[in-house]
């Protein structure tokens, strides 16, 4: 389909006139609407739950293991009876 073909086949489609909308068209899209935003909020809802409930559990570990302790030495034994 060349670039005359394409015009003629959009005024013909311009010329067909309007299409009548289904009056529940509106409504049904607003109840999707509003499915989608409650969907999505719960969504960003349990997100931030789980990353709450990581940085406390991450909290929890870095207090009982304190990873920025250096170990002890296993090379050397301890030097005792001096």
């Known amino acids: 389909m060349n670039r005359s ?3 003629a086949a959009v005024r013909r489609i311009m010329e067909q006139g309007t299409v009548a ?20 909020r719960l969504v960003r809802r349990v997100l ?3 990353a709450w409930a ?8 870095a207090a009982d293991a304190h990873p920025w302790v250096e170990p002890p030495s296993q ?3 301890p030097v005792t009876g001096w």
């Open 75 to 77: 090379t050397t034994p």
């Open 21 to 40: 909308v289904p009056p529940e068209l509106c409504a049904d899209a607003v109840r999707h609407g509003d499915r989608l935003l409650r969907r999505w």
């Open 48 to 50: 931030w739950l789980l």
């Open 5 to 7: 073909e394409r015009e």
């Open 54 to 61: 990581a940085a406390v559990a991450f909290a929890v570990w």
